[in-house]
Nanobody, 124 residues
């Protein structure tokens, strides 16, 4: 069993930055590819970024490419999402998810574990 706990969300002005963290329990963190998703009110959950188990491969949604960086520290069982040049349309609840494979699509069954989410609000 893996538990994921996100943190680092908050209120920020447009153009600002936030760094989200997702801490995992258990000893098997490095066995999972990690992902970030987000869900805005009234919208479907959408893929943001993914990172392979070793951290050697990453991919991003087009909407965040060049503004966000996903990274992981397997020694700390933590995955991060550095978000820069934030826009009001980035406002959403951000979730991390763990899976055996690296995916770039939201199909709930692909992911073994989900966190509870952290709210990011970007004011204009």
């Amino acid at each position: 069993q893996v538990q994921l706990v996100e943190s680092g969300g908050g209120l920020v002005q447009a153009g600002g930055s936030l760094r989200l963290s997702c801490a995992a329990s258990g000893r098997t963190f490095s066995s999972y590819a990690m992902h970030w998703f987000r869900q805005a009110p009234g919208k479907e959950r959408e893929f943001v970024a993914a990172i392979s188990r070793s951290g050697g491969s990453t991919n991003y949604a087009e909407s965040v490419k060049g503004r966000c960086t996903i990274s992981r520290d397997n020694a700390k069982s933590t995955v991060y999402l550095q978000m820069n040049s934030l826009k009001p349309e980035d406002t959403a609840v951000y979730y991390c998810a763990a899976s055996r494979g690296v995916y770039s699509i939201y199909i709930k069954g692909l992911y073994d574990y989900w966190g509870q989410g952290t709210q990011v609000t970007v004011s204009s």
